[in-house]
């Protein structure tokens, strides 16, 4: 059953399209998307489902002035100021941060002009605050969405100690950045925003799992955490994080701090014991281990080179490396599509070349897996593939030897992307994956280089033969460590997470809308089984049965952003 967002939550401002955005609201809540028409009209008029999935950001961190959005404009008053919806940021003891803390290691990346440094971030206000103004007076500095900022904390328990049972309270106090979580850009002027004026924004869509890019591309294609058995006594020695138990021996989502940690964010980032990317055994209740923060593909491309060039071995990742996760036989939404013969493929940028950087030899350094210039930055020269969003390469169905059909058919170039909507011959569903210069990542690329891409795919698939029957679902991994106001309904244990923007891009799309329902990641995996009637993947059932459990509707699949009938 999908929810009907009630009216006492919506948020509605005076503004050209507040007329608009209060039709679309009442016209989303009277639409029933469990009808048995909704979905026979879903699969005669659906032929082509495209996935864009760019890179860390938060709702608020890009589209939180957007009209007839529940975003910052919320959280003030007609005069201008915050009001009691916002709830400070807190300190580590509880007690709220009298300012922000500075933005360790400076608000701008190494490389980057103007350059904003630690120092000149210190004393801002504890309140969310434009990142391209709030720097003027400290460093006669403007910032723009072509300004590439420093990476911030965006890790699984890191995560939820900021969300903080949903007071999402304690983002600068867990951050490893500082005070720059609370920043957002105007993202007005863009191309994605007009899009998303044009066509639909979901602004109640969450990250599938708590944390980073791995998990989350994961969670995209079988909605589950990867796993690692054995991880404890595992020859590699895969990191295993610590954390706090409660009083009854169970473990909690909070990590271990050290003994020498700030007190304080006010005097420098948190320090733990063990941020390790393997939960410990039974965490999830199943005496098991799973990977949540980033471990690499056996394959290449991956971030860990073969062991050797002899035979084979070119083809595979070194799996004595800590990292390196081993193949994986979980259920994934390919594996569903392919028992009922519907084509898809995973579409990623740099795909042939990071494939070529991988197969060779482990002294030879590369030069386009996590290769960016001397300071980690993306660059045209320097595009900064990551592995670790290729998320089908870790899977057994992909070994390069025994799956290398399975290869050829379903894993691909951007290039093929493009070629494949030119000809009319996208598959029925694609997702798209760009690397890293055009995935507006924090700390290696920019906003603006990914929008310009993006909007540019965007077209080419607009002017495509297969357009009228198409819809395209652009939405981010996860929040990249940037607050949001909008705290997570309570699901398992593997999420939902920060509130993320969605939009939604069809000829079907109810145009000029802002879609309030309640989605996350999996509302992707969603709207796809139920366009080819494909059998629901296990975490899909577990999220909406644990979401009911704690009092919120389940997911919706998307459908509500469509005009069906």
């Known amino acids: 059953m999908h929810s009907r ?26 639409s029933d998307s469990t009808s048995v028409d909704t979905t026979s009209a879903l699969r005669a008029k659906v032929k082509n489902v495209v996935v864009i999935y760019a890179e860390n950001r938060s709702f608020d961190g890009l589209y939180g002035n957007f009209p007839g ?8 008053g007609a005069n201008g100021q915050l009001t009691s919806a916002y709830v400070p940021q807190k300190d580590r003891n509880g007690s709220v941060l009298a300012t922000l803390p500075q933005t360790w290691g400076g608000v701008t990346a190494g490389g980057v002009t103007p350059v904003v440094t630690q120092a000149q971030s210190a004393g801002l206000a504890n309140a969310p605050f434009s990142i391209e103004t709030a720097f003027k007076a400290s460093a006669n500095a403007t910032l723009t969405t072509t300004t590439v900022t420093r990476d911030l904390y965006h890790r699984f328990f890191e995560n939820q100690m900021q969300i903080n049972g949903g007071a999402n309270d304690m983002f600068a106090a867990w951050s490893d950045a500082g005070g720059l979580t609370m920043g957002h850009f105007d993202y007005s002027a863009s191309a994605m925003y007009k899009l998303a004026q044009q066509y639909v924004l979901a602004d109640n869509f969450f990250q599938g799992a708590f944390g980073g890019s791995f998990l989350n591309h994961q969670y995209l294609i079988c909605a589950c955490a990867p796993e690692y058995p054995g991880a404890d006594t595992a020859a590699a020695a895969p990191t295993i994080a610590v954390l706090n138990k409660d009083a009854n021996g169970k473990y909690t989502p909070t990590l271990t701090t050290r003994n020498t940690s700030p007190a304080s964010a006010l005097d420098g980032p948190p320090s733990y014991v063990l941020s390790g990317n393997i939960t410990p055994a039974n965490y999830f209740g199943d005496g098991k281990f799973y990977a949540v923060n980033t471990m690499q593909p056996p394959y290449q491309p991956s971030g860990n080179a073969p062991a050797s060039v002899a035979g084979s071995n070119a083809l595979y990742a070194n799996a004595a490396k800590p990292t390196t996760l081993p193949p994986q036989t979980a259920t994934t939404i390919g594996d569903l599509l392919d028992a009922r013969n519907v084509s898809w493929k995973w579409y990623g940028g740099a795909w042939n070349s990071a494939l070529q950087d991988g197969m060779q030899d482990p002294a030879t350094p590369r030069s386009v897996i996590y290769a960016g210039n ?38 691909k170039d951007y290039t093929d992307l493009v070629a494949d909507a030119a000809a009319g011959t996208l598959p029925a569903v ?27 795919l965007i077209t080419k698939l607009q002017a495509s033969p297969q357009w009228n029957n198409m819809v395209i679902v652009v939405t981010y991994d996860e929040f990249g460590g940037t607050w949001d106001h909008v705290a997570p309904p309570k699901g398992d244990l593997l999420g939902p997470g920060t509130r993320i923007p969605a939009l939604v891009i069809s000829p079907l799309a109810r145009k000029g809308t802002v879609d309030h329902t309640p989605y996350d990641t999996g509302s992707v995996l969603r709207l796809i089984t139920r366009t080819f009637g494909l059998d629901a993947l296990p975490g899909l059932t577990t999220r909406d049965a644990a979401l009911k459990a704690n009092g919120s509707p389940a997911m919706g699949d998307l459908t509500h952003a469509l005009q069906l009938n």
Do not use: M, W
Not at 445 to 452: E, G, T, Y
């Open 69 to 76: 959005a529940n975003g910052l404009g919320s959280l003030y």
């Open 374 to 411: 001397s300071y980690g930055v993306a660059t045209t020269a320097n595009v900064d593939f990551q592995p670790h969003h290729q998320p089908f390469n870790y899977y057994a169905k992909a070994d390069p030897v025994t799956g290398a059909a399975y290869r050829s058919t379903h894993l």
């Open 5 to 30: 967002t009630p009216v006492s939550r919506l948020v509605f401002f005076t503004t050209p399209l507040t007329a608009l955005a209060l039709s679309a609201c009442f016209s989303l809540n009277d």
């Open 430 to 456: 694609s997702f798209y994956k760009p690397e890293g210069l055009y995935n507006q990542h924090p700390g290696y690329a920019n906003i603006a280089d990914a929008d310009q891409k993006i909007a540019d």
